[in-house]
Every structure is written in C-alpha cells, then in structure tokens.
C-alpha cells in the first residue's frame, strides 16, 4: 500500500497561487455572453418557483432561452471559426 507522505511531493510539485491564468481569463471573457444570458435564464426561472407563472413571467423565460441560443451558437460559430483559420 502507497503512503500519502510518498506521493506528496507530486502534489505539491507545482504551488498554485489560486489566480485564474491569462489563458483562463481569456476564456471567461469569451465566454461571458453565454455566462450573462444563463443568470438571465436563471433569473426568470427562480422568479416563478414560488408562484404559478404569468404569461410575461413565460414571455421572458422564452426570450431568455432564446437569448442562451442565440450566445450558445455565437461562441460555437467563433470557436469554428478559430478552427478553420478564419476561411468561411
């Protein structure tokens, strides 16, 4: 059976400073369209938890998810995009 001790200097090879990389805040910050119409989405749905939805209650959830689309398939064409070199 392997100690703990033995394998603790893998595990602390590297120290982490618990800071996102500038490669992670890049990607959070592509992401954040997605990441705002989610909350948005969210938003709506917790409004109707503890009441029976209104019909704008239901109009602004539909827009909501559409708005989640719309960010989904904006993020999906620009990562294709990235991939392609650009060329549509």
């Known amino acids: 059976m392997l100690s703990?001790?033995?394998l603790?200097?893998?595990v602390t090879a590297t120290p982490f400073d618990g800071e996102?990389?500038?490669a992670e805040l890049d990607v959070?910050?592509?992401e954040m369209?997605?990441?705002?119409?989610?909350v948005e989405l969210l938003?709506?749905?917790i409004n109707t938890l503890d009441r029976p939805a209104t019909k704008l209650d239901e109009r602004r959830i539909r827009?909501?998810?559409?708005?989640v689309v719309a960010a989904r398939r904006d993020l999906t064409n620009r990562a294709?995009?990235?991939m392609t070199g650009g060329a549509a």
């Open 4 to 6: 703990i001790a033995a």
């Open 8 to 10: 603790q200097a893998v």
């Open 20 to 22: 996102p990389s500038d």
């Open 28 to 30: 959070i910050e592509l």
């Open 33 to 38: 369209p997605l990441i705002l119409a989610d």
């Open 43 to 45: 938003d709506a749905v």
């Open 63 to 67: 827009r909501a998810r559409h708005r």
């Open 80 to 82: 294709a995009l990235a």
